[in-house]
C-alpha cells in the first residue's frame, strides 16, 4: 500500500510538473534561449587551445548524402593562424557549430575542383565577408585552374554581393573584402619534384604536393609545419609515393577512406533495383580512392604517429558499423587509427609528441 501511494505520488508530480512546464513555456523557452545566446554567440574556442598545431573535422563526409557529416572540409589551427583545407557543402556552417570564428580565416586551400570540395565556398566566403574586419578577399591556394573556380564564385554571388552592402552599408560588408582571391601555384614537372612549398611565414609552412586522383589532375594535399608538429592531409587518392613521402615523419595523417566491400554492397543493390548509370558511378569511384587498408599502408609508409580516416565512403550508418569501414586496417598500421566524425579536434601542443581529441558538438 505503502509503494502504491508512493507511485501515486510521483505520478501527480509528474503531471503537475508537466502542467507547469506547458504553463510557463513561453517564459521557460525564452530564457533557456536567452542562455544559449549569451553562450554561443560570438563563442571562439581557440581562445582556450594551448600553442601548438590543431586539427578539426569540419566535414569528414563526400558526395553520398549522409545526414551525419558535411562534404570535405579540414581547419588547421597553427597558433593564431586559422586554415582550411576545402569547403564541402554544410562545412562552414560546422565550423560555426564548432566555435571556429569563420571571419578569422586566412587562406582556403583547395586539393582539387570536385564539386564535394568547393560547392560550401559561398556561405564560408559570405560568414567570413560578413563576421570579420577584413578588408580583402580570402586567399584560395589551388593548383592551376583554380582562377576558373574563384572567377567563377564571385561571379555568382556578386548580386548578393551587392544586396548586402546595399542592405547593411559598406562600413559592415565592405565591397573591397567580398569573395576570394585566387592564389594559384604549379607543381615541378612529373620526374623533377612532386612538392611546393605554397604559404610560409616565421612559425608555419604549407607544402603543397601531387597525389594520384586520375583522372583528377592535378590533385593534390597539404603538409602542415608548426614548431615542430605536423600534419598531413591526403586530398582525394589512391596510393601515392608522394603522399609517403610528403608525410614523412608528420605526427597526423588525415586521409581519406572508401570501403570497396560495402562500396560493392551498394553496386549490387543498384544492379537489382535497374538503376545501372548510378552502379557504373560506384564501380569506377573504387580505381582513384584509397582503402581504410591503403590509407593504413601510407601512415605505416610513412612513419606517421596517428592516422584519422576523412572522406567516408560510403555513408556509415552509425559506429557499430565502424568494424566492418575498417577492415583490416588495424594490421597494416601500428598506431592509433581513427574513423573521423565532424566536430573532433585533435590537438597537437608546441614542445610536445603528445596528440589530444576531443569533440567540439
Not at 2 to 25: E, P, W, Y
Not at 146 to 172: E, K, M, P, Q, S
Not at 181 to 208: E, H, W, Y
Not at 275 to 284: H, L, N, S, W, Y
Amino acid at each position: 500500500m505503502k509503494r502504491a501511494r508512493t507511485i501515486a505520488f510521483v505520478v501527480v508530480l509528474l503531471v503537475a510538473g508537466m502542467v507547469g512546464i506547458r504553463a510557463f513555456q513561453r517564459q521557460i523557452g525564452m530564457a533557456l534561449f536567452e542562455r544559449g545566446v549569451a553562450d554561443q554567440v560570438g563563442r571562439d574556442v581557440t581562445r582556450d587551445l594551448p600553442d601548438g598545431l590543431h586539427v578539426a573535422l569540419c566535414g569528414t563526409g563526400s558526395p553520398l548524402p549522409n545526414r551525419d557529416r558535411a562534404g570535405a572540409c579540414t581547419a588547421v589551427i597553427a597558433g593564431k593562424h586559422l586554415f582550411v583545407v576545402d569547403a564541402g557543402e554544410g562545412s562552414a556552417r560546422n565550423i560555426s557549430l564548432m566555435g571556429l570564428p569563420n571571419g578569422r580565416i586566412e587562406a582556403l586551400f583547395l586539393t582539387h575542383f570536385h564539386s564535394d570540395h568547393i560547392d560550401g565556398m559561398g556561405p564560408m566566403l559570405l560568414l567570413r565577408w560578413t563576421g570579420s574586419a577584413n578588408t580583402a578577399p580570402l586567399p584560395v591556394y589551388g593548383p592551376v585552374g583554380v582562377g576558373r573556380v574563384i572567377a567563377g564564385f564571385n561571379a555568382a554571388y556578386a548580386l548578393d554581393n551587392g544586396y548586402r552592402t546595399a542592405h547593411h552599408t559598406a562600413v559592415i560588408a565592405p565591397p573591397a573584402a567580398a569573395g576570394a582571391t585566387a592564389m594559384p601555384f604549379a607543381l615541378p614537372d612529373i620526374g623533377k619534384g612532386d612538392s611546393v612549398i605554397v604559404c610560409q611565414a616565421a612559425s608555419f609552412r604549407v607544402t603543397a604536393f601531387r597525389v594520384n586522383h586520375n583522372p583528377v589532375t592535378p590533385a593534390i594535399g597539404y603538409r602542415f609545419d608548426y614548431k615542430g608538429r605536423s600534419v598531413v592531409i591526403s586530398g582525394d587518392t589512391a596510393a601515392s609515393r608522394s603522399l609517403n613521402a610528403a608525410a614523412k615523419g608528420a605526427d597526423l595523417l588525415v586521409h581519406e577512406a572508401l570501403q570497396p566491400t560495402l562500396v560493392k554492397l551498394i553496386t549490387a543493390g543498384l544492379v537489382t533495383k535497374k538503376i545501372p548509370k548510378t552502379a557504373k558511378i560506384t564501380r569506377d569511384i573504387l580505381d582513384y580512392h584509397s582503402s581504410p587498408e591503403g590509407a593504413a599502408d601510407a601512415a605505416q609508409a610513412a612513419g606517421v604517429q596517428q592516422l584519422v580516416l576523412s572522406h567516408i565512403v560510403p555513408p556509415i550508418p552509425g559506429r557499430f558499423f565502424y568494424p566492418s569501414f575498417l577492415g583490416d586496417a588495424a594490421q597494416h598500421f601500428a598506431g592509433p587509427i581513427i574513423v573521423g566524425e565532424d566536430g573532433m579536434l585533435f590537438s597537437l601542443p608546441a614542445g610536445s609528441k603528445t596528440i589530444t581529441q576531443k569533440a567540439l558538438f
